[in-house]
Nanobody, 126 residues
Framework: QVKLVESGGGLVQPGGSLTLSCAASGFTEDIYAIGWFRQAPGKEREGLSFIFISNSETWYTESVKGRFTISIDTAKNMVYLQMNSLKPEDTSVYYC???????????????????WGKGTLVTVSS
């Protein structure tokens, strides 16, 4: 059974940093990409960043390039999202997701994901 569990959310001041973790279990194939979405109240879910298990190739949406860094520890089955220079508008529930093996062009689209975590709340506020 595939399972994705997020951790690391919390309250952080503007300009601060936070690292989210996603523990993946229940599968061994390296044909997938694992990554992060977020959803703020009243807004659509937004794809942020993904990393391919097989070669650690990464993808970022434009709005987080240069501020967020995704990484993977394949030995621990963990994916991390390092978030720097956080802004109040980064306040959201952050979700870990596994992308179907459709290729890079499908990353960031909700309907291309086959498994989701339950989310972790990040609040950026002074």
């Amino acid at each position: 059974q595939v399972k994705l569990v997020e951790s690391g959310g919390g309250l952080v001041q503007p300009g601060g940093s936070l690292t989210l973790s996603c523990a993946a279990s229940g599968f061994t194939e390296d044909i997938y990409a694992i990554g992060w979405f977020r959803q703020a109240p009243g807004k659509e879910r937004e794809g942020l960043s993904f990393i391919f298990i097989s070669n650690s190739e990464t993808w970022y949406t434009e709005s987080v390039k240069g501020r967020f860094t995704i990484s993977i520890d394949t030995a621990k089955n963990m994916v991390y999202l390092q978030m720097n220079s956080l802004k109040p508008e980064d306040t959201s529930v952050y979700y870990c997701a596994r992308s179907r093996p459709l290729g890079r062009d499908w990353l960031g689209f909700e309907y291309a994901m086959d498994y989701w975590g339950k989310g972790t709340l990040v609040t950026v506020s002074s």
